[in-house]
């Protein structure tokens, strides 16, 4: 998808956010300023309301919000995150740091910096159920250091796996999938915005389609728009129940038996990154697309794999790495 994704650019305010109780106590938490648990699942809006909270609470939100996704760490190579435009101002002379401390450097720099505007900034730790404890008690003492002028949201789709002392220093705000209803209203406003046809069984089935996770349903009404020029019930069936993403994960699955790894890595970034993804996301359409194209044995494998790098994803690691080891297991034989 090469048009600027609508996720981003109808990023919802807060008076927008679909869940009202959420929607409630980040209100208030504009004039009181807190530490925050988003807790969720996948799609369920999570860094729109840290981002949404930030625009409404900074003057200068562009500066004073810092977002660092777990998954640019821990899912990434030490040179990887060195060369990432985001944290190599950071890490400057600091090569010999390892992987752990680069990561807590990154972290507590960010903290120490003085807010541009008002009397405070807010940190936003996404996708935090991949934080290992060691990190998590390092960011409990950077979170006592500066708790005067930082504030720190912690997004994740696994409160349990923070520990105590964290959960104790946030308040916990519960973002709950959307229903049917409100993911329509929410596509409405954006394809009246987008000046998009549509009819309201379009939107129904859009709805239908994403199951309660707003990020999916956002993204396949722009790929229906964008493929059929409307998003009525026949164009977003032709779109979402034929096509989907299966070409892309077709290819991912080709690159990896053939041993094109970095290709497989590749396509499967675009999936997290681009195309907004989680890896539950993407080992869905992994099992539909491995039901055409294997069988037997082979496609027997394929869901012992997947359903090993799902159990390894709830116990609070990478989605892209997990999803990789898989790619190189079916690259192995």
């Not at 992987?99 to 900034?121: F, W």
Request: charged residues 30%.
């Amino acid at each position: 998808m090469d048009a600027p994704l609508w996720t981003e650019t109808h990023a919802p305010d807060l008076d927008e956010l679909p869940q009202d109780d959420a929607r409630e106590y980040l209100q208030r938490a504009v004039e009181e300023p807190i530490n925050l648990v988003l807790q969720g699942p996948p799609g369920s809006g999570k860094t729109a309301a840290a981002r949404a909270l930030a625009r409404e609470a900074h003057a200068d939100p562009d500066n004073d919000l810092i977002e660092i996704n777990v998954a640019d760490f821990f899912g990434r190579t030490k040179t990887e995150i060195k060369n990432d435009p985001r944290f190599e101002h950071f890490l400057v002379g600091k090569s010999s740091l390892s992987k752990r401390d680069m990561i807590n450097h990154v972290l507590k720099e960010s903290a120490s910096y003085a807010p541009v505007s008002g009397n405070y900034k807010t940190i936003l730790l996404d996708n935090a159920e991949d934080v290992r404890e060691d990190f998590q008690q390092a960011l409990r003492r950077i979170m006592e250091q500066h708790h005067r002028t930082t504030q720190f949201i912690v997004a994740t789709r696994q409160p349990t796996k923070l520990i105590p002392p964290i959960r104790s220093r946030c308040f916990p705000v519960s973002m709950r999938a959307p229903t049917s209803e409100e993911t329509v209203a929410v596509l409405e406003r954006i394809v009246e915005a987008e000046d998009v046809a549509y009819d309201p069984d379009g939107l129904e089935f859009v709805a239908g389609y994403a199951d309660g996770n707003l990020r999916q349903a956002i993204l396949a009404a722009q790929t229906t728009a964008e493929e059929e020029g409307e998003i009525t019930m026949s164009a977003a069936y032709e779109t979402l129940g034929a096509v989907g993403l299966d070409e892309e994960v077709e290819s991912m699955l080709a690159d990896a038996e053939a041993g094109d790894f970095t290709d497989a890595r590749k396509t499967l970034d675009d999936l997290l990154v681009d195309e907004g993804l989680d890896g539950e996301e993407v080992l869905e359409v992994i099992i539909d697309v491995a039901r055409s194209r294997y069988q037997g044995a082979k496609l027997a494998r394929v869901h012992r794999l997947a359903a090993d790098v799902e159990f390894e994803m709830t116990e609070g690691t990478s989605d892209r790495v997990h999803v990789s080891h898989l790619l190189a297991e079916l690259g192995r034989e």
